[in-house]
């Protein structure tokens, strides 16, 4: 975690304290700075998540990525269907997905082709990625498309939890596909590729870091605390997001899809940057399509699930607009990493589709 992430910490506490002091009256300010501390917030349970893993293990430490990686989306969703703004946790589901495939991606083959020129990468490795992103979109689309034909809403929600449990069944594979069969392929590898891994900054930090790794209660401590200040600043900037909705006439579909997806993502979307400018835009690519497999096949079950326990339930029925532009952004992953190079325009390419999505997301009434 970059020492500019521990600095940010700050903005964590801003939000309560106004709202302590001020009370809600001051809804800009609680808005804006709690959405600001979900980003150091998110970098610290991240990194209590990879320091628990030296001591639990590789299987447990997937787990836990899993579970607490994305703990900003699922705390954000939770906060938001209590409040029952289920607009507001749909377009945060298919706003991450977009924005990491489109965004992210598209701004690291930019930075990078920019620095570097042509960049390389496993078409294979890219490959996989694009069917499981392929596989996610589709447990989003199926139960979209079947209220053309089931107009019984209890059904689609069934629908939408057996789908959600397939989906959960999946990314445990997956999941367990990369704890084995990857580590197991790494463990194989040349002199020639370990000898060039050496060489690489992160790589030697994280080397020093496994040899002097972190005391566990210290990181159960980071955890614990992260999640809990994520939690208040998700409730705080749910709560907020009616009254800035009215005072600045956006919708609820905007910060769904733009707001939320960007601060809740932003340590993944700077680490992203950061590899892409050191000519590791497999690794880059590697991040983005993890992340948007996880939101797909992991977030929105859960919160399917989740919601079960609240009077509004979540189901897995998303707008055509949301989806278009989902089925563009899964057909665009593939059609770049075709080749195995990547190139500055490529990703400009993927940056103005996004762009011209969050304009029409911009006038989406609601």
Known sequence: MSRWLYYLLVLAVIAPLIDLIWGPQQVTAIFVFSALGMIPLAALIGRATENLEYHVGPIAGG???ASFGN???IIIGIAAMQNGLITVVKASITGSIISNSLLVLGSSL???GWRWGKQYFS???AGQYSTMMVLAVAGLLIPSTTIFVVKDSGHIQTISIAISIILLVVYVMYLAFHVFHIRSQRRHRGEQEKTTDEELPEVEALKAEAQNPPK?????LLLLVATIGATINSELLVSSIEPVTHQFGWSQVFIGLVIIPIVSNATEHSSA???ALRDRVDLSMAITA???????TFVAPVLVLVSLFFPTRLNLVFQPLELAILGLATILFPLVSLDGESTWLEGIQLMAVYLMACVVFFFVPG
Do not use: F, H, K, Y
């Open 71 to 73: 703990a900003p989306e």
């Open 216 to 220: 566990l209660w210290i990181s159960v």
């Open 63 to 65: 787990l836990l990525n």
């Open 110 to 112: 930019a930075l990078g």
């Open 290 to 296: 993890g992340s948007s497999i996880q939101v797909a």
């Open 273 to 275: 940057l950061v590899i």
């Open 123 to 125: 078409a294979r490795d």
